[in-house]
């Protein structure tokens, strides 16, 4: 027989039925985690970016990268917005100065797993090479990531952090960087995205002054320009600029190639100058005699505590000669007034330090229909030595008796067609300098009259050629210059001939 429940009694509950609930309920809350997580994160990353432990988390890290310490002034929050007033960074090789810092955080990009930072920059920004990596040094390794900090954060929300980096740029007002003698001050700079992954950023330069470490002739400081624009990029190891467009006392134009290696130091660079006035690099003395504008390229590399190696390929645009000792001695034996002032139609020469003296090899001087000049010369403190080969026109020698016959004797292959030519040898300074042509000129004249036609070319070439030497009135008496020319002038030449071959060994042979 079955019994009846009392009335009111219900059966007893199995308590596997609790059990189900509460996993249904760990379930639920799970759930709710894992979809309220990244706002969880996001809402504690908002709160904790604004606390002083962020700010000298910051700075540890920045520290911990760079070998070195660093310090951030408090941080101000705006809405999404953060400013600080300096950071500074001093590393083993490098200082790091910055102020009026800013930034902004878009706290929607943490829950798609990115630090997304916009609006970055500065109103001064300073980075300086303070000393060479030292050999067999190492770069500091990196430190831990945020997320490995000790931050407070949960664990079941630290996986929700983001890892990737994106900036979208950052502008710097007043930029300047300094190493290895290079300096580019008061420019603003204007760095591209980078994200996390990217080894080199793009950048551009706007304003501001180059100074280089070059030190050119008759210059009493190192070249400096103004900068009008510049595109660079950034990597890890190596900073690249193309594309700088610089100025030069408001006159001369470059552009600029060129890359610097932070970690050695190392630099090179290529310039493509024009109108750039001669007269800024010549004395005095050659002020007054040579005039025109420089065009050409020159390439310059270097590296930490050594001085720069240069080359200058260079052209002469409407150059002039004018006043040289040389050629107003032509003057007066061509008769020719074209020698007073001569019009450079060509004028290109390498330029090139040698040791303690400057070497000026490749010269090409021409002025059409008078004459060229091919050679190189050599410049110690005020000393110059030069070997050259003249070439004069048929007509120029016409009227200077054995010029054609006893001086100009050389052969060019590389000079124009038609052209007489000769070696022409300089020495002394660059107040005084003296050539071997003049002497060699006369003796000529005085051997044609000896022993060509004396009786045709005496009275042509006598007093022209011979009065600078022998004064007016000797030079107008025929018979005293044949008796004294082959004593007096053949002697004057072979000594004056000895003593330029003393002077000048580096031309043996010649």
């Known amino acids: 027989m079955q019994r009846r429940q009392r009335p009111g009694k219900r059966p007893t509950s199995s308590p596997f039925r609790w059990l189900m609930w509460l996993a249904a309920l760990l379930v639920v809350v799970g759930v709710l985690l894992v979809l309220l997580a990244p706002s969880l994160v996001t809402s504690y990353i908002r709160s904790y970016v604004q606390t002083d432990d962020f700010r000298e988390k910051a700075a540890d890290l920045i520290a911990a990268r760079s070998g070195g310490t660093a310090h951030i002034a408090p941080i101000t929050w705006n809405d999404d917005t953060a400013s600080a007033a300096d950071l500074s960074v001093e590393a083993p090789e490098w200082t790091v100065d910055a102020g009026g810092l800013h930034a902004s955080l878009d706290f929607g990009a943490i829950r798609l797993g990115k630090w997304s930072i916009q609006n970055a920059g500065a109103d001064e920004l300073s980075l300086r090479r303070t000393a060479p990596a030292s050999p067999g040094s190492s770069s500091p390794e990196p430190a831990a990531r945020f997320d490995d900090s000790e931050d407070g954060v949960p664990s079941f929300l630290r996986r929700y952090i983001p890892t990737k980096t994106l900036v979208s740029g950052f502008d710097v007002h007043r930029f300047l960087f300094e190493q290895a003698g290079w300096k580019i001050s008061d420019t603003q700079l204007r760095l591209g995205n980078w994200q996390s992954g990217e080894v080199s950023v793009s950048g551009k330069m706007t304003g501001g002054k180059l100074l280089t470490p070059i030190m050119a002739p008759e210059q009493k400081e190192p070249l400096g320009f103004d900068l009008a624009k510049a595109t660079l990029r950034l990597g890890s190891s190596q900073l690249q600029i193309s594309d700088a467009s610089l100025r030069w006392k408001q ?14 130091g190392a630099w090179q660079t290529f310039v493509h100058v024009k109108g750039v006035p001669l007269d800024e690099f010549l004395d005095a003395w050659w002020d007054q005699r040579l005039s025109g504008k420089i065009e050409g390229d020159l390439e310059m590399s270097g590296a930490s505590n050594t001085p720069p190696a240069w080359k200058a390929d260079l052209v002469l645009r409407d150059g002039v000669l004018t006043g040289l000792p040389i050629l107003d001695k032509l003057v007066t034996y061509t008769n020719n007034q074209r020698f007073k002032r001569i019009v450079l139609d060509t004028c290109t020469a ?12 490749n010269i090409v001087v021409q002025s059409n229909g008078l004459l060229r000049i091919d050679g190189a010369l050599s410049i110690r403190g005020r000393m110059v030595e030069g070997d050259f080969l003249l070439g004069v026109t048929p007509e120029t020698l016409s009227g200077i008796p054995g010029a054609s016959s006893r001086v100009f004797v050389e052969s060019n292959p590389t000079g124009p067609a038609g052209m007489h030519w000769t070696r022409v040898r300089v020495v002394g300074t660059f107040d005084a300098p003296q050539e071997d042509l003049s002497s060699r000129l006369i003796g000529a004249a005085g051997m044609s009259l000896l022993f060509d036609t004396p009786g045709a070319v005496v009275e042509k070439g006598a007093e022209v050629l011979l009065k600078p030497v022998l004064g007016g009135d000797a030079a107008k008496m025929p018979a005293k210059v044949i008796e004294g020319a082959g004593g007096l002038l053949e002697n004057g030449v072979n000594a004056g001939s000895g003593l330029i071959n003393k002077v000048l060994p580096v031309f043996p042979g010649k």
Do not use: N
């Open 350 to 361: 390498t330029v090139r330090p040698q040791g303690d003296s400057l070497r000026i090899e």
């Open 251 to 264: 006159e001369a134009t470059a552009t600029l190639r060129g890359s610097i290696k932070p970690e050695s």
